[in-house]
């Protein structure tokens, strides 16, 4: 801080101090006051003001940065959903096609297109049932495929 000469103008010497003032003496010191340093507490004020600015600055970039990579996670996430369930619904259907092709019927007519013929006697065997006696059976959970597909997953990965 330093000391300025006043600006008011200086009393007479020969007047007398107004009532309540405080004396101040006829020293050089009642001529001086003391002066805040207005540019530093300008150039205080303007500093924190930019800093506010940039703060608030950076912290909307990153708001805004946060939730582009949401939505790009979000679509990359529906895109490879839609892939999965297409890729179970190609599963489904490659398994009826094996079963359809490895069926008795067409290694029958498979087999006579190749030119070979049906052995004269036909033998049968028995085959046990496949669920346990006096047990439910065993069927298709209704719903998605996916439901299906996640519920067998976890049955499998719990089984030992």
Do not use: C
Not at 68 to 86: D, I
Not at 132 to 159: F, I, M, N, Q
Request: glycine letters at 6%.
């Amino acid at each position: 801080m330093s000391a300025q000469p006043s600006p008011r103008l200086r009393p007479a010497p020969h007047a007398t101090p107004r009532p309540g003032s405080p004396n101040r003496g006829d020293g050089a010191r009642a001529r001086l006051t003391v002066a805040p340093e207005v540019a530093r507490r300008r150039l205080r004020a303007r500093l924190l003001m930019w800093g506010a600015a940039l703060v608030t600055v950076a912290s909307l970039f990153t708001l805004v940065s946060f939730h582009v990579f949401e939505a790009q996670s979000a679509f990359k996430l529906e895109r490879l959903s839609k892939e999965r369930a297409n890729e179970q619904l190609r599963y489904e259907r490659l398994r009826e096609q094996v079963a359809s092709l490895s069926s008795a019927e067409t290694v029958i007519v498979a087999a006579a297109k190749l030119g070979m013929v049906q052995g004269g006697t036909v033998v049968n065997l028995p085959v046990s049932s496949a669920r346990p006696p006096g047990g439910p059976l065993v069927t298709v959970p209704a719903g998605s495929p996916s439901e299906s597909y996640d519920k067998t997953k976890h049955a499998l990965l719990a089984a030992p």
